[in-house]
């Protein structure tokens, strides 16, 4: 006879889609898979196991453009299974942006509202409004009809390790008819307590244009964007400690400012890296890796780890997915996974449509883990893993 502890021991090997299943038997099999102590040692397994996440435009039934999200596991080969997931949102969905991936949560921004989803088990809620947005609504006086409008929001999604919570964080750009330099309003969202409160972000750029990336490294968001306080405006990476909400800016060398190129972040081996790659309209075929490295004072340096030369067309360098193995979008869709010792490379048995305007409909790819981990904010002692 199989005692609950070897029952336990199986079902948290399996992945939430036959759980879910499982929870309809019986009260028993329901309440056993939803205990926040079984959904903690699921997590701890499946962080082992290691998945892609890809999310990519297609062509539904009727002919139009909508967003899927594509479940790959490893290894990543040609006979690799696909699950796609599709959003019940109504947002068009050149609205729709990824904002980060944390214990298989995924943070999603539709055109006016921020969701939460977990993919595995098919969840999605819709986070409070914002607190910036309503009272600079409410503040502004009746009658008043002058152009104060946002003008950049950028949006982080992850876990504090330390408060053992998830966490939200935007950042905000405002700008009127008087002044076009006005403070960033920062505000988090904690989801134990399924509330926004703003803080002051306490940074020396006070204006940021809309980045096109962002990484969370070691409770760290990394976003790649443009300084617009000064002139000439200047190319940075804005970080923000989750943990200690700490803001810091770190300047890309004048080295790494080539016209005709762009710029994406990505991990390596622990490191952050940069990848240094020509714009869709420039007929080059190569692109550099560089690694940001930071000494003991907190001195950042960068140097040149290598070059890639590929006898096809770049879009665009997206995820390491090992040491050796790296994710490159390409003309008409294409993704391949390209070995950077053997210089050999694979075409993965997904494709979407490709970027139309620069930095526009690309692919947005991440590592991922499935998980029971549920969506619902509140005191939910779930989060303690």
């Not at 499982?22 to 290691?50: E, N």
């Not at 750029?205 to 000064?230: A, D």
């Not at 690309?362 to 590592?367: A, G, Q």
Request: proline share 5%; net charge negative.
């Amino acid at each position: 006879m199989v005692t609950l502890d070897v029952l336990i021991e199986i079902l948290s090997r399996l992945s939430p889609e036959p759980l879910l299943r499982f929870k309809s038997v019986s009260k028993f099999w329901y309440a056993l898979i939803d205990d926040p102590r079984f959904v903690a040692k699921h997590l701890s397994i499946s962080l082992q196991q290691k998945h892609l996440h890809v999310k990519r435009i297609v062509t539904n039934n009727s002919g139009e453009k909508e967003f899927v999200s594509s479940i790959l596991k490893f290894p990543l080969d040609q006979s690799v299974s696909v699950l796609d997931v599709y959003f019940p949102f109504h947002d068009d969905y050149k609205y729709l942006h990824f904002f980060g991936h944390s214990h298989g949560l995924i943070c999603i921004c539709g055109r006016y509202d921020l969701f939460l989803c977990n993919l595995a088990t098919r969840q999605f809620r819709k986070l409070p409004p914002s607190i910036i947005l309503l009272d600079e609504i409410q503040n502004k006086p009746k009658g008043d009809y002058s152009s104060r409008y946002l003008i950049s929001s950028i949006t982080g999604f992850g876990y504090d390790a330390r408060s053992r919570d998830f966490k939200v964080v935007t950042i905000m750009h405002f700008s009127d008819e008087v002044s076009s330099v006005s403070p960033l309003r920062v505000e988090i969202y904690d989801m134990s307590k399924d509330r926004w409160r703003e803080i002051e972000p306490l940074i020396c750029c006070s204006t940021f244009s809309m980045p096109l990336f962002n990484t969370f490294h070691e409770g760290k968001f990394y976003w790649l964007g443009t300084n617009i306080t000064f002139a000439p405006s200047y190319e940075m990476i804005l970080t923000f400690d989750i943990s200690e909400e700490v803001f810091c800016q770190i300047v890309l060398p004048d080295s790494l400012n080539q016209k005709g190129h762009d710029r994406s972040l990505g991990i390596l081996n622990g490191s952050v890296v940069l990848f240094n790659y020509p714009s869709p309209d420039v007929n080059e075929k190569s692109f550099d890796i560089w690694e940001m490295e930071e000494d003991k004072s907190g001195t950042i340096s960068w140097s040149k780890l290598f070059t890639i030369d590929l006898n096809f067309g770049i879009m665009f360098p997206m995820l390491f997915v090992s040491s050796d193995e790296l994710l490159i979008e390409c003309k008409e869709g294409l993704v391949i996974l390209y070995n950077i010792k053997t210089q050999q490379f694979m075409e993965l048995p997904i494709k979407g449509h490709p970027r139309i305007v620069r930095n526009k409909n690309r692919y947005v790819t991440s590592l991922f883990v499935k998980s029971l981990l549920s969506v619902e904010g509140g005191n939910n002692k779930m989060y303690e893993f």
